[in-house]
């Protein structure tokens, strides 16, 4: 006996009336990085981690690390939603953009770094989320510079446009940074200045760097693909073997097989050999001597079909 779900038509009911949510997708101005772009820039971003941590190093005078986690590509909105509402983001204008390079960390993060350069020591201490001070800032300021230099130096010709440090915001709502509807490179990092850890994120505008990407799927023409494939296969290096005819023989005997034992090959003496091209036949060649090496002499090809 089989028993019937009887709620079934009512629930399929109930789901086709449930209004469905259709997401507009404009193939004009993809929300997703290419393979090719992505490899690129997360090579571009893990150098810019490396040259980063060395400066903040530098300038911190306590051990630090910067990793990069992700590369990704996603518009300001989404891109300030994911932030805390409260923290510290860096403006960078870009020269000929309209939209601003961001930069951004827990202020309270910051704090803690510009203790370790004033001397002190900040372990234990509970820092809070706030504005940073004038002095604070032009410290601040000082360590967004070298990264900006890093920067330039890590993405190379991938950022052709001039980047400069510019104003400060702390409530990520509030940044005017760019319009919503932007594309921007993101790339999250986590920062590492001594036991502290804290994560930090770096958004470029995408119209500054995907010209210099190139194309993700680049097409070639297919006028003359015929003769671009007869001169590839020309240059693929291939095995040519000269064969005798084979030999039919019991398995008993393969088995009893042992060092000095003749095997009859029923191949005539004064038959050419097989040439042969991976395993198909192409001509027969005679056995003769290229100087102190055994060669084949080509005597007659095998006629194909095109």
């Known amino acids: 006996m089989t028993l019937l779900d009887q709620t079934a038509p009512g629930a399929l009911r109930d789901a086709q009336a449930q209004p469905k949510s259709v997401d507009v997708y404009d193939f004009r101005r993809p929300t997703t990085l290419a393979r090719e772009h992505s490899r ?19 300038k911190v005078r306590v051990l630090s690390q910067v990793t990069c986690e992700t590369v990704s590509m996603t518009t300001y909105d989404e891109f300030a939603a994911s932030l805390p509402a409260t923290t510290a983001m860096v403006l960078c204008p870009l020269e000929g953009a309209s939209a601003k390079a961001v930069i951004q960390f827990p202020s309270a993060s910051a704090l803690g770094w510009v203790t370790h350069m004033l001397g002190g020591n900040p372990a234990g201490q509970s820092l809070p989320e706030r504005k940073f001070t004038p002095v604070e800032q032009a410290l601040v300021r000082r360590l967004m510079d070298d990264a900006l230099e890093d920067l330039r130096y890590s993405l190379g010709s991938l950022l052709v446009a001039p980047i400069s440090v510019g ?11 760019a319009s919503k509807s932007d594309l921007m490179i993101v790339a999250s990092f ?11 994120t770096l958004a470029l505008p995408a119209e500054v760097l995907l010209p210099q990407l190139g194309e993700s799927n680049p097409t070639s023409t ?30 008993s005997d393969v088995l009893d097989l042992k060092v000095g034992d003749l095997v009859a090959l029923p191949h005539p003496e004064h038959r050419p050999l097989d040439v042969t091209v991976g395993g198909e036949p192409v001509g027969r060649a005679a056995v003769g001597a290229n100087g102190s090496r055994l060669a084949g002499i080509i005597v007659t090809t095998e006629e194909r079909l095109a």
């Not at 571009?44 to 190093?57: K, V």
């Open 190 to 200: 986590e920062i590492r200045v001594g036991e502290a850890a804290a994560p930090a």
């Open 222 to 251: 297919t006028v003359g693909a015929r003769d671009l494939i007869d001169q590839q296969l020309a240059a693929v290096p291939v095995d040519v073997a000269l064969g005798f005819l084979p030999a039919r023989v019991l398995p």
């Open 40 to 58: 690129v820039l997360e090579l571009a971003f893990d150098t810019f981690a490396r040259q980063w941590g060395t400066q903040l190093t530098a």
């Open 167 to 177: 104003g400060f915001q702390y409530n990520s709502q509030f940044a005017q940074a």
